[in-house]
């Protein structure tokens, strides 16, 4: 899980991993918090009318439950696990939302080179990091060749009529995890529902995704802060101001189980079927909406330190990368990056 807390830390809201919901400076008009998707969320409205937070959390809820309730493959009956156990081949229609966010996964799958690939779900789930349990030995060789026979976004095919949207799989178990972008999708959710409300000075976060608005209760800008990847520490290697933009960090620091003394990170190459094993072991994403950080940010991760920075640079991302070192960490951004950094620690930094 990767979630989030915040820390009286220079003021900023810390991207960590700990099992807390954030807790934020200032002094806000309006909070609420809670369980969703297996991690917390928090919305924090710094002003607003008051008839515009009237039956707000309950309306949170509903909302985060709903998208939950189409998303979610630890569910039996979202509409992604239905279309998970259908074993035909026919087009199964889908609900909007979530043709909203297979087509933005398939769009960064392709930019990635299937690096980033929602239909790795058959490996996460061998490797037990989905809703089956841990392994208690290491799969073999064929159980990961089998389970890659099945991933491929070239099997899935997204489509749209007058009717709605269109799910089509060519491979009877073809299974897709939105893992990876759901809490960015439900970030995204969650902050419309609040400018429908006319709600303009607000912060967001649902696990390892954030988007801001506006200024803060106390006047200033939202400052997010990157964590510094240890699963020992909580504490801020950058901070920056979001300036409306959504964040999400993906590390292979803290989503992980040791296996016959091994440590084996929940982020699946879907080139070779195992846990990823490089330098690179955290990387952040800034971009227009929480969802699309959310979906770049594991695309990276799969790359590594080299390639993650030139697709970075090639797509003109903003991107933070901390990667491990002999004696500890160094640090990576991209041009577009530095237009949102407020601070880095210099220890750390190249
Ligand atoms: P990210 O880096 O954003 O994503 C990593 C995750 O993406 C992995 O855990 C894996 O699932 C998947 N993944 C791994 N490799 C790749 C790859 N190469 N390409 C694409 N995807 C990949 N967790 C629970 O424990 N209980 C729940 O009830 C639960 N419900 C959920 C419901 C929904 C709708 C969603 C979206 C998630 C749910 N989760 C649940 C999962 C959990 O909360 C996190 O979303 C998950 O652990 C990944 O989030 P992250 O930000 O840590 O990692």
């Known amino acids: 899980m990767n979630q989030f807390v915040m820390l009286a830390l220079s003021g900023a809201l810390l991207l960590t991993g700990c099992d807390k919901p954030p807790v934020q400076p200032g002094a806000p008009a309006w909070t609420a918090e809670g369980k969703t998707m297996g991690t917390f969320y928090r919305v924090t409205v710094a002003d607003a009318p008051p008839e515009a937070l009237v039956g707000l959390k309950e309306q949170i809820s509903q909302l985060l439950e709903q998208d939950n309730h189409e998303l979610s493959t630890y569910q039996s009956d979202s509409s992604l696990s239905l279309f ?5 081949t026919d087009p199964q229609r889908i609900p909007t939302g ?59 095919k997204l489509s749209e009529d007058i009717q709605g949207q269109w799910l089509q799989k060519d491979l009877p178990g073809l299974y897709v995890d939105l893992s990876t972008l759901g809490e960015g999708y439900a970030t995204d959710h969650v902050a419309s529902l609040l400018e429908k409300r006319g709600v303009n000075r607000y912060l967001v976060s649902v696990g390892g995704a954030v988007i801001s608005r506006g200024l803060s209760a106390a006047g200033q800008p939202w400052r997010v802060a990157i964590q510094r990847p240890t699963d020992k520490e909580a504490a801020a290697q950058a901070i920056v101001d979001l300036q409306g933009h959504g964040i999400s960090t993906s590390g ?18 879907p080139a070779t079927g195992r846990p990823i094993e490089h330098k690179l072991v955290s990387a952040t994403v800034i971009a227009t909406t929480a969802m699309e950080a959310d979906g770049w940010d ?53």
């Open 84 to 88: 998970n156990q259908y074993t035909g």
């Open 98 to 156: 979530m043709a909203d966010i297979i087509s933005t996964a398939l769009r960064i799958g392709v930019k990635t080179e299937g690096a980033m690939d929602i239909t790795v779900g058959p490996l996460v789930n061998l490797w037990g990091f989905g809703p089956d349990k841990q392994p208690v030995k290491f799969p073999d060789q064929q159980h990961i060749d089998a389970a890659r026979q099945l991933v491929g976004l070239r099997h899935l």
């Open 252 to 269: 292979s620091y803290r989503n992980y189980y040791e296996l016959e003394g091994k440590r084996l990170s929940h982020i699946i190459d």
């Open 298 to 350: 594991t695309g990276l991760m799969v790359l590594g330190t080299e390639r993650a920075k030139a697709l970075a640079l090639r797509e003109g991302l903003a991107v933070y990368l901390i990667s491990k070192t002999a004696d500890g960490f160094t640090t990576w951004m991209s041009p577009q990056f530095k237009a949102f950094l407020v601070s880095q620690s210099d220890a750390s930094a190249s």
